[in-house]
């Protein structure tokens, strides 16, 4: 995992589960060459964490699949 220190020319889009009510969502921004950036809505302005491809599909299917669901 990296981080890209000036997100301000990435295009980033909200997760379609956000609410737009003003809570935390993540971001992530599609097209970098070097993985996928994700970052918090709340701090816009912060580094990117970014992730893998590989990784950051095997995160998504395993939230599908409801693996971080409160038991």
């Known amino acids: 995992m990296n981080t890209i220190a ?17 809570g935390g969502c993540v971001e992530i921004s599609d097209g970098h060459p070097f993985g996928i950036p994700v970052r918090d809505s709340k701090n816009p302005n912060s580094p990117a964490l970014v992730f893998p491809a590989s990784s950051w599909s095997s995160f998504i299917s395993a939230v599908k699949d409801g693996e971080f669901r409160d038991a």
């Open 6 to 22: 000036d997100v301000s020319a990435l295009h980033w889009r909200k997760s379609s589960y956000s609410d737009n009510g003003g």
